[in-house]
């Protein structure tokens, strides 16, 4: 692929300084979205390029977009505790704004760094993209995420035909994605139409700030307790095998208005990673756990408990958290590695260890 000039949201965050160091790595130039006040050490090493500014000044996505090829779409609202209302305001609002600067501006592609938690909240064997994201969500976060999809896909105008004729538009076009795309500025003739959707499953890497600094101190705390036996698949992937699958997409002609499951491609249970972060850190396995008889209404319960008080910070247990330690979660990867070449790196133990 011939250098290009990239732009990048959330470069800051744990994918997106991945995608960072992928593009120059390749011969790309880079842009970012910045916001005042960030710590942009990392980025000021790549030299890359900075526009200070969030996801809803206009000017600043404007600039950010000007004359670039891709937009790469990592930024986000995460966590698993908070008002839908802000989830939707940086995860979907936004995304409508960044949409119309991009089309303004005639980037040629759109790749959005979505999740696997958009599916249904049970157990998974396989799942692929065949299976519709769920309409309702344990999260605020989750929903969000759903909600964007539908966005994105139906603000294309060639993607918007594929979507509709695979899934309905009335089923699948949740109403609060049809608001924001009626605030688009621009004629569905005028909108970018080549966009991919990636969905990662649950990400580690260097440069996390939040999970793997999040599980190691519960770790040393001795506060962590399996729910069930931990021997249930985890979805985990590794952000530099995203990165690979992001400049995959870039370049195929074939991604356009389609998403494809991301993940390290090899069975890995809750335990197994919870051992490696353990012996990174020189410490025992726990061996704590919560039948999952008992850990589903628990996490109901206290979930439930905790919203009514309204809590701003998240409980201990709750719903989105059963979700992570108790369900099984395996996704196949097959379409992503059929349309799009992905060859993920299989040695997650090393890429894991040498993240924490």
């Not at 609202?77 to 991009?102: I, P, Q, S, Y």
């Not at 700030?209 to 770790?219: G, N």
């Not at 036996?229 to 992001?246: D, E, K, L, R």
Request: hydrophobic content about 45%.
């Amino acid at each position: 692929m011939m250098p290009l000039k990239i732009a990048v949201t959330g470069a800051t965050g744990l994918v997106g300084s991945h995608v960072v160091s992928e593009a120059v790595r390749r011969g790309h130039k880079v842009v970012a979205l910045v916001r005042s006040g960030s710590n942009s050490e990392f980025l000021d090493s790549q030299a890359v390029q900075k526009v200070i500014g969030d996801l809803h000044d206009r000017a600043a996505l404007e600039q950010l977009c000007r004359e670039a090829h891709c937009v790469v779409n990592c930024a986000a609202r995460v966590g698993d505790w908070g008002k839908l209302e802000d989830f939707r305001r940086d995860n979907v609002d936004a995304l409508g704004l960044l949409l119309d600067a991009a089309s303004k501006a005639n980037v040629q592609r759109f790749i959005q760094i979505s999740s696997l938690g958009v599916y249904e909240p049970r157990d998974h064997f396989g799942t692929d993209e065949e299976t519709l994201p769920a309409m309702n969500s344990l999260d605020a976060y989750t929903r969000s995420k759903t909600e964007a999809e539908v966005l994105l896909l139906a603000y294309a105008n060639s993607a918007a035909g594929i979507f509709e004729a695979r899934y309905g538009k009335n089923v699948v076009m949740l109403p609060y994605a049809r608001q924001v795309l009626r605030n688009s500025e621009l004629p569905p003739r005028d909108r970018i139409s080549h966009v991919a959707i990636l969905r990662p499953g649950f990400i580690y890497g260097e440069r996390d700030r939040t999970v793997i600094p999040k599980l190691s101190q519960a770790l040393l705390n001795k506060k962590f307790v399996f729910f069930g036996p931990g021997t249930q698949a985890m979805n985990s992937v590794y952000a530099g095998n995203i990165a690979q699958a992001v400049f995959l997409a870039m370049k195929s002609e074939n991604s356009a208005g389609h998403v494809f499951n991301l993940t390290d491609g090899v069975a890995v249970s809750k335990r197994d990673f919870v051992e490696v972060v353990a012996a990174k850190l020189g410490l025992d396995v726990p061996e704590k756990s919560i039948p999952l008889a008992v850990a589903w209404p628990l996490a109901v319960a206290v979930h439930e408990t905790a919203r009514l008080l309204g809590a701003k910070n998240p409980p201990l247990i709750n719903k989105a958290r059963f979700k992570f330690l108790g369900l099984h979660l395996d996704f196949s990867i097959k379409k992503a590695q059929e349309i799009l070449g992905y060859n993920p790196d299989p040695d997650w133990r090393s890429l894991l260890a040498r993240s924490v």
